[in-house]
């Protein structure tokens, strides 16, 4: 209640306790502190980062003249090329989306702490958690350092990334399950990979399936960048066009690409509703 | 001579060590019929089901189902322990997303190998049988509905015929009727207690109903603080028995 | 389904005739996706054997840690990575705001409006933040400023497209109320829609924040500040025990950006 109708009562507020007081004076000012905070870090790392109008004023009549260069998209110059690059990360996505979406079933039912024992479920979860804490470019690095330029370190790299993050999403969804259910299962005397079955899985099938479907777009956008660090695919070919000058490849290139993941997005919506 | 069905002896269960739920609780179950089990909440009731097919571990003491002794068996010889024992829950527990049907066949999940169950590959007198319990239980319409689509008695059937399905000696209802309204839950006692008579299965029913419990037990068991207070006909639970169970008379006005 | 009546034999089918041949269609279409794929994919059989060779090999090259290079070449880089998401994030909140409002089908009415917003919300998405920083780097030059804009086109779409779905979300009965009495629009915004999708917004924004804590260490990689150089020049001179000295930093930064943010969530939300 607010001081006024505090005094109206008679009671006094009681001194001591510092964490009420301060969620009293975050209610009223937060607001207020947080946009001043806001600003004042904006203004701060802008200029440790060395931004100045002047920079962005010239970069936007580069931009302009960029623009001017990027169209009209050239997809006539190098079409076998672009074509051969863009079907193979088609095939890494769609190879690195099967190996990690089979790998992540059981590893999330492995990571759930109301399935298994805490021996099994830190490791794993730990795993999990490293698969995804790397950025899938990064991690394409390591790949092709460790074996070679291609298309097997995309694969990979995309299988980890999928791993990483359907794994943790499913492991949640598998801890948030009503155990009745299983309970119940358990007890007609199911084995275990019973339980599982008709315990388990039904509860939380359908949010596999999305955050499967989920990774296979972005594993889709994924592996079209990938190339650049040589881990095939069509990033290679669109990165030599830039460092080339060649920008109506690269906008054709581009224009590719973005058509490929709107497909791929509607597919996946599809998807997602026949499995409901 | 043919052993018990159901012979405990000397059953405990505590959580923590000083407050134990159950106390050396011994009793015996030979016929058929509806034996009702009654007593306050933390009476130990529910435990006292779930230790029966250790769904909760007894602390010590011994189940002895048909000669067997239910607190030494581990793995497949648990399970197929379990196999002979049916369980009706109070908030029903279906698998929601599934069908009436796939729930009522679950029953059978004690003898199916995974990959069948995988495929829903159950054999083809199993899914007769389902449909018809389904037709026994006035549920001939509902078979592909989802389990989460049907109202709380129908549930309630379901989790009947799911038991039944497994061709169960011995049924364990634990407070079946307690998230139900007073009409449904007689109609469901009345369809629990019908099919148990015909199959010749014998039911141990936990209840707070005290009413309800005495119009359908053979047998009722009275528990107070982790022991049996009382143990015998209906009709001889007076009030002074129940003041003893419950304690207090206020509730009963 | 099934069948009543005594003496007929009752059929059990799981799924639907249609939803069986759209089930069917996707199994089958995968196989053939991952049967085509494996055939026509150039992938030498004699590397796939050899991975875990290769892998353990570079592992050990990674042993023990030089630690020290992070002191003399890689936290400066890495702070810079922190601000560079955290700006892209912000100007995000301001540029994605009004895009995702006019993408509401409950607020504007114009479709050929909305369809442009969402048009400019899915380019916004569908280019790579490492394509944007391409694009921005031959605009802005090399550096953190050519990262920052990258950030920001990319969330833009992210942000613009949940607070979209967010806002049609909301619950249209305070809303009619206040047009009811005949508030002005702004007040309708601000009272009506404002509070029920601010958690949402301030989820949505948090969450990428995180996400692009972590995009922001390889914008380097194509000259758009932050880790990314660093890291990239590490392995060009194959210094292994530096590179996992930056990979642990970056885990760990991100670590702490996602305890951040879930206590953020708590606290605020």
């Not at chain 1, 009549?61 to 997809?75: A, I």
């Not at chain 1, 990483?164 to 299983?182: N, Y």
């Not at chain 2, 009702?36 to 602390?59: D, F, Q, Y």
Request: hydrophobic fraction near 50%.
């Amino acid at each position: 209640m607010d001081a006024l109708t505090r005094r109206a009562l008679g009671t006094v507020p009681r001194p001591a306790d510092w964490g009420a007081r301060l969620r009293w004076l975050a209610d009223r000012h937060g607001g207020r502190v947080a946009v001043i905070l806001v600003v004042a870090y904006t203004l701060y790392a802008s200029s440790v980062l060395g931004f100045t109008p002047a920079r962005f004023w010239v970069g936007l009549t580069h931009g302009g003249v960029f623009l001017g260069r990027l169209f009209p998209p050239d997809f006539a110059t190098r079409w076998s090329d672009i074509q051969f690059d863009m079907l193979e990360s088609v095939e890494i996505a769609v190879l690195a989306s099967v190996v990690g979406i089979a790998a992540s079933l059981p590893m999330g039912l492995l990571g759930a702490r109301n399935l298994m024992p805490a021996w099994i479920t830190w490791p794993v979860r730990g795993v999990i958690s490293v698969c995804r804490s790397f950025h899938p470019v990064i991690v394409g690095i390591v790949f092709v350092k460790a074996i070679g330029f291609g298309p097997l370190a995309g694969v990979l790299t995309l299988a980890v990334a999928s791993v990483g993050f359907i794994g943790k999403l499913f492991t949640e969804a598998v801890e948030e399950i009503s155990l009745k259910q299983v309970e119940a299962v358990r007890a007609t005397g199911a084995s275990f990979p019973n339980v599982l079955i008709f315990g388990v899985l039904p509860q939380v099938t359908a949010r596999f399936v999305g955050f499967s479907t989920y990774q296979l777009d972005s594993n889709l956008r994924n592996s079209t960048i990938l190339g650049i660090v040589g881990a095939g695919g069509i990033g290679g070919t669109l990165f030599a066009a830039f460092q080339r000058f060649d920008y109506n490849i690269v906008c054709a290139i581009v224009v590719i690409i973005v058509a490929l993941i709107m497909v791929g997005e509607i597919v996946s919506e599809q998807v997602r509703k026949l499995f409901q | 001579m043919n052993p018990v069905t159901l012979d405990i002896r000397d059953l405990t269960k505590a959580y923590t060590r000083h407050e134990p739920v159950l106390r050396g609780v011994t009793v015996t179950l030979d016929s058929e019929g509806i034996t009702a089990v009654i007593g306050p909440s933390g009476a130990g009731k529910s435990t006292l089901l779930r230790c029966i097919n250790r769904l909760v571990e007894p602390s010590s003491g011994q189940v002895l189902f048909k000669g067997v002794d239910l607190t030494r068996l581990h793995g497949q010889a648990l399970r197929e322990a379990r196999r002979r024992i049916g369980m009706v829950f109070q908030e029903f527990n279906l698998v929601e997303r599934l069908s009436v049907i796939e729930n009522l066949l679950s029953g059978r999940l004690g003898y199916l190998a995974p990959w069948r169950a995988w495929l829903r590959k159950f054999s083809e007198s199993d899914i007769q049988r389902a449909f018809d319990l389904l037709e026994r239980l006035g549920l001939g319409d509902f078979g592909a509905k989802r389990a989460d689509a049907l109202s709380g008695g129908q549930r309630q059937r379901v989790g009947i015929g799911r038991a039944l399905m497994q061709d169960p000696e011995l049924l364990l209802a634990d407070e079946p009727t307690s998230s139900l309204d007073p009409k449904t839950s007689v109609e469901i006692m009345e369809t629990m207690a019908g099919l148990a008579r015909e199959r010749h299965i014998p039911v141990i029913v936990n209840m707070h109903d005290v009413a309800l419990a005495q119009r359908f037990a053979d047998r009722m068991i009275g528990m107070t603080d982790g022991r049996i207070v009382f143990d015998g006909a209906p009709d001889r639970l007076t009030t002074e028995v129940l003041a003893s169970i419950y304690g207090g008379e206020a509730w009963m006005h | 389904m099934s069948q009543v009546g005594t003496g007929i034999a009752r059929e059990w089918r799981r799924f639907a005739p249609r939803e069986r041949m759209g089930r069917s269609a996707v199994y089958i279409a995968t196989v053939l996706a991952v049967v085509l794929s494996i055939r026509s994919i150039q992938i030498i059989p004699e590397f796939l054997r050899d991975t875990p060779e290769q892998i353990a090999d570079l592992l050990v090259r990674m042993w023990p840690v030089d630690w020290r290079f992070l002191v003399s070449a890689a936290v400066g880089a890495m702070i810079e990575t922190i601000h560079i998401a955290t700006l892209g994030t912000l100007a995000t909140l301001v540029l994605a705001f009004p895009l995702g409002v006019m993408a509401a089908r409950n607020i504007v009415a114009n479709p050929a409006a909305r369809l442009g917003a969402k048009l400019l919300l899915v380019a916004s998405r569908s280019v790579n933040s490492l394509v944007w920083a391409l694009f921005f780097v031959a605009v802005f030059g090399p550096g953190a400023l050519a990262g920052t804009v990258a950030i920001t086109f990319r969330s833009i779409g992210f942000v613009g497209k949940l607070l979209g779905e967010a806002l049609e979300e909301a619950a249209p009965g305070p809303i009619e109320a206040m047009v009811a009495v005949g508030a002005p629009w702004p007040s309708v915004f601000l009272k009506g829609y404002w509070p029920q999708v601010k958690p949402a917004f301030f989820s949505i924004l948090l969450l990428r924040w995180d996400i692009n804590v972590r995009e922001s260490s390889v914008l380097g990689l194509v000259g758009a500040g932050g880790i990314g150089l660093v890291l990239d020049s590490a392995i060009n001179v194959f210094q292994w025990r530096a590179v996992a000295a930056v990979l642990v930093m970056i885990l760990v930064v991100v670590l702490l950006a996602e305890v951040a943010v879930t206590w953020l969530r708590k606290r605020v939300i």
